[in-house]
T-cell receptor, first 114, second 112 residues
Framework: NAGVTQTPKFQVLKTGQSMTLQCAQD?????MSWYRQDPGMGLRLIHY???????DQGEVPNGYNVSRSTTEDFPLRLLSAAPSQTSVYFC?????????????FGPGTRLTVL | DAKTTQPTSMDCAEGRAANLPCNHS???????VYWYRQIHSQGPQYIIH?????ETNEMASLIITEDRKSSTLILPHATLRDTAVYYC?????????????WGLGTSLAVNP
């Protein structure tokens, strides 16, 4: 199994540009989520999904959209990038959303918005 | 939502046990304690979790106090590869809200 994969690894955008961060998992996990990590702060949840067709907002959802059309994929869309979205983004998945399931994290996407 | 408090940094000699404390005094009865670690620039990695009883796996042991207000992660024989930031997290929410609240963690340096 490849686990959780993310593309791209690095990205530089200009303010106002749009892009999609890709996340895929091959473990048949129901639960997937997106986090951002900024210096001096813990990971913060952006959006999450408990299954295909179901998504919900996390702690910091503004400026980001998600969809979950398949179990495997959970893309994160930035419609109009802002410098405040410069961050490292991590995608994670777990078998279910239950309390006894570990989350598996991808390697991250390092995004810079100029 | 329950919060956690961890020391900012710790040092440990290679081959010795590393004991990482965590305070979660506001934890509720059905909340689990999770430990993850993040090696520089990588995604976080799950270590262990527990509810009431002490837990052990191939990576570490988790000791939870009887009142559940604090816990300790034990790496029995720390190696240089254990140098990382260690996060103690309490799972919050119910129903479909499955967010984990992440703090800043403890930066553990294992020294030769």
């Amino acid at each position: 199994n490849a686990g959780v994969t993310q593309t791209p690894k690095f990205q530089v955008l200009k303010t106002g540009q749009s892009m999609t961060l890709q996340c895929a998992q091959d473990m048949n996990h129901e639960y997937m989520s997106w986090y951002r990590q900024d210096p001096g702060m813990g990971l913060r949840l952006i959006h999450y999904s408990v299954g295909a067709g179901i998504t919900d907002q996390g702690e910091v959802p503004n400026g980001y959209n998600v969809s979950r059309s398949t179990t495997e994929d959970f893309p994160l869309r930035l419609l109009s990038a802002a410098p405040s979205q410069t961050s490292v983004y991590f995608c994670a998945s777990s078998l279910t959303s239950g309390p006894y399931n570990e989350q598996f994290f991808g390697p991250g996407t390092r995004l810079t918005v100029l | 939502d329950a919060k956690t408090t961890q020391p900012t940094s710790m040092d440990c000699a290679e081959g010795r046990a590393a004991n990482l404390p965590c305070n979660h005094s506001t934890i509720s009865g059905n909340e689990y304690v999770y430990w993850y670690r993040q090696i520089h620039s990588q995604g976080p990695q799950y270590i262990i979790h527990g509810l009431k009883n002490n837990e052990t796996n191939e990576m570490a042991s988790l000791i939870i106090t009887e009142d559940r207000k604090s816990s300790t992660l034990i790496l029995p024989h720390a190696t240089l590869r254990d140098t990382a930031v260690y996060y103690c997290i309490v799972r919050s929410g119910a129903g479909n809200n499955r967010k984990l609240i992440w703090g800043l963690g403890t930066s553990l340096a294992v020294n030769p």
